[in-house]
């Protein structure tokens, strides 16, 4: 059953599919009249977007658009000029670092370059997951509490790579790295997790592999997910919900059912028609 879609207030890009589940919760994710400069260059202008919890929103548009420092502003890596962010209903610019650390617990980061170390082996590089929680570094598997231990490897797992827990991550296939970097991000317990461009530098098989390992575990265990992505076809194919922003500016929010992707890929062309 779809939930009823809110009507949208005027002028504003507001709520659009929500969670079956969970229509009631608070945003996982609110951005109201976000606005970004870098000196004189103004990079994001009054964005709002409200996400519930659950939701896979894949986040699109050109080059330069804005989607990475829209991500950094979620993540508290930046402090917006104008506007805010409300991530788990937490501000990440006015929290203290202290909250910051915590918030960031419950925020996962996925990166295009995966993040891993490349010498230790897909299970070390999981439980590094862990390591905000715990108070002292560790070095080497054994060093990691028993029940850690046992998480990475059904983590491991759940994402398809129990049985290379052992291989050096940089032996893995890329598509094999960033499913290990997901399997970290699990041992989190992440209610949100960030991905920029995750799928980048992947071929579209293991595109689409990793995309749907991330989906799997977002849906089993209900977090949300804010995806960066350029393949349309890809984006379509994951999502439950298509952000698009351009110079800028988001300009469109819409149900994944409810778009196409000549209508996506329309996005791309008048960008490439007005810097051509
Ligand atoms: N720290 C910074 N200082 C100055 N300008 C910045 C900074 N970070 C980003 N920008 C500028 O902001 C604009 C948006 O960059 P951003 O990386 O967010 O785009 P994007 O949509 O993620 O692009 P891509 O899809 O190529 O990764 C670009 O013009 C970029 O040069």
Redesign the pocket.
């Known amino acids: 059953m779809t939930a009823p879609l809110p009507t949208p207030e005027s002028g504003r890009h507001t709520v659009a599919p929500q969670s079956p589940n969970h229509t009631n919760t608070a945003p996982s994710l609110l951005l109201e009249n976000l606005s970004m400069s870098?000196?004189a260059?103004t990079?994001l202008r009054e964005v709002n977007l409200d996400v519930r919890p659950g939701q896979f929103v894949a986040l699109v548009?050109?080059?330069?658009?804005?989607?990475?420092?829209?991500?950094?502003l979620i993540n508290g890596s930046?402090s917006p000029t104008g506007g805010s962010v409300t991530v788990l209903g937490v501000n990440p610019a006015t929290c203290g670092r202290k909250n910051l650390r915590k918030l960031r617990t419950r925020v996962g980061f996925v990166f295009q370059q995966f993040g891993l170390v490349g010498r230790l082996s897909a299970m070390e590089n999981v439980l590094m997951g862990t390591l905000g929680s715990l108070k002292m570094p560790r070095y080497g598997i054994s060093t990691y509490p028993r029940p850690l231990r046992e998480k990475a490897v059904a983590n491991l797992e759940r994402v398809g790579l129990a049985d290379q827990r052992f291989q050096r991550c940089d032996t893995l296939s890329g598509g094999q790295q960033q499913r290990v970097a997901i399997a970290r991000t699990l041992m989190q317990d992440a209610r949100i997790v960030l991905a920029?461009?995750p799928v980048a530098s992947l071929d579209p098989s293991a595109s689409l592999s990793v995309l749907n390992t991330l989906k799997k575990v977002s849906a089993e265990d209900g977090f949300t997910v804010i995806c960066?992505l350029?393949q349309v076809d890809l984006a379509l194919q994951v999502s439950d919900r298509v952000v698009a922003?351009r110079d800028?500016s988001l300009i469109l929010d819409t149900p994944t059912p409810d778009t196409s992707e000549a209508a996506v890929r329309a996005i791309y062309e008048k960008a490439k028609g007005r810097t051509a």
Do not use: Q, Y
């Open positions: 870098f000196g260059k990079v548009g050109p080059s330069g658009a804005g989607k990475s420092t829209l991500l950094r930046h920029d461009e960066s350029h922003v800028g």
